[in-house]
Every structure is written in C-alpha cells, then in structure tokens.
C-alpha cells in the first residue's frame, strides 16, 4: 500500500523500459510543467530572440535585388522581327507605286459598296442553306436508317469531289438540261411549271452552287461536333426517357458547339473568300466590281488593295462574333471565361501604369497580368503583399522544448 502511494500519478503512457532510472519521472514532471506553464504574451511588433533573425541578416535580405530570369534569344527573336515589321512599313509607306490615296478614293466608292453588299447577301444566304442542310445531313448520317445513312454519305462524297467553280457554271447552265422545272407527283400530274431561267438566274445559281457545296462539309463538321459528346449524355438522357429528336436539340447539340462554333467559323471565313469566285457568272459581287473598275482605268493594284481591306474587315468582324460566340458555349466548361478584348485593354492598361509609377498593380488584375514592382528592396505582388524574397515579421509558433521526448526518440 505504501508504495503504491508513493507512485507518482500516470500521464497515460508507457514508461521507455530502455530509459535509465529517474529518467521517466523527470521528463514527465518536466512536460506536464510545461504544458501547463501560461503563454508569456508576446507583441507582434517585438518578437522573441529565438525567433527573430540577426539585424545583420535582415539588412542583407532588404538590400538584396530580385532580377528576373535573363531571355537573350526572346531578345533576338523580338529584334528580328522588329526590323521586319520596320522594313514592310517603310516599303508600304515610301513606295508611291501603292497608290495609298487611289485606294481611299475607291475604298466607299458607290459601286464598291454595292459589291461589297452582293458579297455579304451571297455569304450569308449561302451560310443558312450550307449549316441548314448540313445538320439534317449529319442527322441523316447518324440515323439507324441504311437508306438514310447512305442518302447523306453519297451527298457528301459529290459535292466534296466536284470543284466549286464547277458547280456553279452546271447549275448556271442547268436550262441546257431542263428547259422548264414542274412541281408535282414523280410519275404523275404535275402541279405548277416553271422556267429554269425565270428561276435560276445569276444569283440563284451562285446560291445553289454556294449553299450545297457548304451543306457537304457543314455536314461532317457537325457530325465530329456530335460525336464528340460523352456517350454518357446520350445514356443518361434515354435513362430519363427523353426521346431522341429533344435529346439532339437540347442536350448533345449546345454541347457540340463548343466543337463545332470554331471550325464552323472558318468554313464562314472561307466562304466569304470563296464568294470571289462567283465573278465567273458575271455576277456583282466584290471581286467583280473591282475588276470592272480596273478595266476601265488600268489602276489595278490599288483597286485590288480594296477588295483585300475590305476582306480583312469583314473577316476581323466574324473574327470577333467568334470569339463572344465560343465565350457563351464555354459557360459551364471552363472554371474562368476567357477574357474580352476590352478586358485585356484595361489590364495591359492598369499593368503599365504600375510599371512606370512603381506602384502596386490594381487589385482586380488576375494572375496572368501580375506586376513586379520595387525599389530595389525585393519586389510586390500585384496586391502589394510582400513576397517571399522579403523576410516575413510574423511571430512564429513556439517550439515544444527537447525534455518532452519520452519514448524510443518519438515527440
């Protein structure tokens, strides 16, 4: 009984059986000490000794230069290309064969202006009939029907095999082959009659020869655009009883867009270009009218400088309708939408700024735009948080001291 009231009370651990006499009784009276000893209050402005770091070494850190990786061949490459840029600006603005103010004289000129709008009647007309066509005809490829599935996989293999220019001198001449075109039951009455040449005239055969021949690439655009949907969806929607026809319009479609917007703006992209080739049926598109115009007055660089500006801006604006277009279909997709060229403006805006006044950057600049500023001490994030070549001031955590190892070496 006396001796085991003369034992000191358990902490709940083993006692080391390798620890020499005394040794487990003096550590556990020493971490139940100090485990139960009050935290001195310390101030965040007077750290302790053991914490803080040497004057000498924090005068060493707060001298210190952060300097940025060295690029020497980024440097190179931006010369040459510099140079470059310098040499086709000088030759487009000292060579007087360019005839800069014969190109603005023409540039709004009436009868450009009427080409330039058959040139967007034709794209866009063109355009519906083209996708239009060609969602059915991926539709039909994807059918269980054989007859379908083989209706649009041969569409699709003439229409891509015969040249576009061709195409549009057989339909232009189609009157050769059917005088007159009847409306009625194959085999039986006919309802209404009409004749081809009221019917397909210059613009209608540019349509037909435009619009089918789109329908046959549109057709495997939209069709790679389906198929590269997770079969789950198409599962999970016929789990829930949706039947097929609202499956591809509100489920596998929105999310085959984001696969098939780019490509499909491309195909838009060539299609106004490939409008240029209608000039064969004498039609007045862009390209016609200006070859009109430098027939008549032989100036015919500067009238083709015209049509080429006016082909950029046109493609710069689907360009931008793209964009916005791709924007709104990544909604849910992506973690961060991409951001607007106005967005960007701002920050390149708010990023320069910063740079020449030395100032922290603007808050709401994402990572991407983040500036380095300094005045030789370090440098600033883009919220003006010291960074990690600065020596932090916080107080760290108090250690645990040595005599509380009881056991084999473990904490």
């Known amino acids: 009984m006396s001796s085991a009231l003369s034992t000191p009370p358990s902490t709940g651990r083993p006692a080391n059986p390798a620890a020499p006499p005394g040794l487990t009784e003096s550590t556990t009276s020493t971490a139940s000490t100090t485990s139960k000893a009050p935290a001195a209050p310390t101030s965040p402005s007077a750290p302790s000794a053991s914490s803080a770091l040497p004057r000498a070494t924090r005068a060493e850190l707060e001298s210190l230069r952060v300097v940025g990786a060295r690029h020497p061949w980024r440097w190179v490459a931006t010369a040459g290309v510099a140079v470059l840029l310098a040499m086709v600006v000088s030759s487009l603005v000292t060579n007087q064969r360019w005839e800069w103010s014969v190109v603005f004289q023409y540039l709004t000129w009436p009868s450009i202006l009427s080409g330039l709008w058959g040139t967007l009647r034709l794209t866009f007309v063109a355009a519906i009939i083209g996708f239009g066509l060609g969602t059915v005809l991926a539709l039909m490829r ?12 041969a569409y699709t293999w003439v229409f891509r095999s015969v040249p576009l ?52 690439y549109s057709a495997e655009i939209v069709r790679a655009g ?3 949907v997770d079969q789950g969806q198409h599962e999970a929607a016929a789990a829930l009883g949706i039947p097929r026809a609202r499956q591809s319009t509100r489920i596998v479609l929105p999310q085959a867009m984001r696969t098939i917007v780019p490509t499909s703006v491309n195909e838009i992209i060539g299609l106004v270009k490939g409008t240029s080739v209608v000039y064969v049926l004498a039609y007045g598109e862009l390209f016609y009218t200006v070859g009109v115009i430098y027939g008549r007055n032989q100036r015919v660089v500067p009238l083709l400088m015209v049509a080429a500006i006016w082909y950029v801006i046109i493609t710069t604006v689907i360009t931008v309708i793209q964009f916005y277009v791709e924007r709104h279909y ?23 700024w910063a740079r020449l006044t030395g100032r922290p950057a603007h808050p709401s600049l994402p990572p991407a735009f983040a500036v380095r500023t300094g005045n030789g001490r370090g440098h600033l994030t883009r919220t003006g948080r010291p960074s990690a070549a600065q020596p932090s001031t916080s107080q760290p955590s108090t250690a645990r001291p040595s005599t509380a190892r009881t056991e084999g070496g473990a904490a």
């Open 165 to 216: 220019i061709l195409q549009l001198l057989l339909w232009y001449n189609l009157a050769y082959l059917y005088p007159s075109l009847t409306l009625g039951i194959p085999f039986g009455p006919s309802f209404a009659e009409f004749g081809t040449l009221d019917v397909i005239n210059k613009f209608g055969a540019a349509i037909l020869g435009l619009g089918l021949s789109q329908a046959a």
């Open 142 to 153: 994807l059918s269980r029907s054989p007859l379908l599935r083989a209706v649009s996989w």
């Open 226 to 228: 389906i198929l590269s």
């Open 330 to 352: 990544a909604k849910g997709a992506v973690r961060t939408l991409p951001p607007t060229p106005l967005q960007v403006a701002r920050w390149t805006v708010l990023r320069t």
